[in-house]
């Protein structure tokens, strides 16, 4: 485990620019599953339109723990992210809150105790940070959970930042296939208005007609005029 402030440090060195949420949160997890005692896997559920799902994982033990939570539609990482208090387990044997959830866990997992911090952010919480360990009472120490919440905090930023970058990148693709749709168009009206002695209007009519004709999106039926000029032998 390190000391709280190296994995501080570490996370805050998470790239965040031109990559994808998930590759960030990916960086995110595994950096934090080393920073809290006993956790053995990690794992961060987000919260989207109350639906739950794990966006990154450090160990394939906490997204089985995970997913069963999920098909059974309650659990301590949807519980704490969905009501904001951390939720600790420290026996799954003697585990009694979420009985068919457990049951399944103790059948098809290794996974003996668990805590379960929510993401706080903007007054609000949006998820949850997931900590599993084969060994019960792996997080009774007070300072997995204060490191937890630690990291947690941390999480939260870093998630908001990271979508909001995410967010950012899709909207500048959005962007340029936009204009590339926009160019392609342009082009077949040119060559609708070169072949047929037709001004830019009757040309975009023509195009548009086609569209809804064969059912098909508008850039695609100006690609194919484009493409049937420049494949032509000269």
């Known amino acids: 485990m390190w000391p709280v402030n190296d994995w501080l440090r570490e996370l805050s060195r998470v790239v965040l620019v031109d990559r994808t949420l998930t590759d960030v949160l990916t960086d995110i997890t595994r950096i934090a599953a080393r920073g809290i005692p006993g956790a053995e896997a990690t794992s961060i559920t987000l919260i ?139 082009q077949a009206k040119g060559v609708l208005m070169a072949q047929r002695k037709v001004d830019a209007d009757v040309a975009f009519e023509i195009l548009r007609e086609a569209s809804q004709r064969y059912n098909r999106k508008l850039r695609d039926i100006a690609t194919r005029i484009v493409e049937s000029v420049v494949a032509r032998p000269r």
């Open 48 to 186: 989207r339109d109350d639906k739950p799902f794990t966006a990154a994982h450090s160990g394939d033990m906490a997204l089985a723990a995970d997913e069963l939570q999920y098909e059974h539609g309650y659990g301590p990482c949807i519980d704490a992210g969905r009501g904001g208090v951390p939720l600790l387990v420290d026996d799954m044997c003697t585990e009694e809150r979420w009985p068919d959830y457990v049951a399944h866990l103790l059948a098809t997992t290794p996974v003996r105790s668990s805590m379960s911090v929510p993401l706080p952010y903007q007054g609000s919480f949006i998820g949850a940070l997931n900590n599993y360990s084969t060994r019960p009472s792996a997080f009774s120490a007070p300072e997995s959970l204060a490191a937890g919440q630690d990291v947690a905090e941390y999480v939260a930023v870093a998630v908001a930042n990271a979508d909001a970058h995410w967010q950012l990148g899709e909207q500048a693709r959005n962007m340029r296939l936009a204009m590339e749709s926009r160019a392609v168009i342009e």
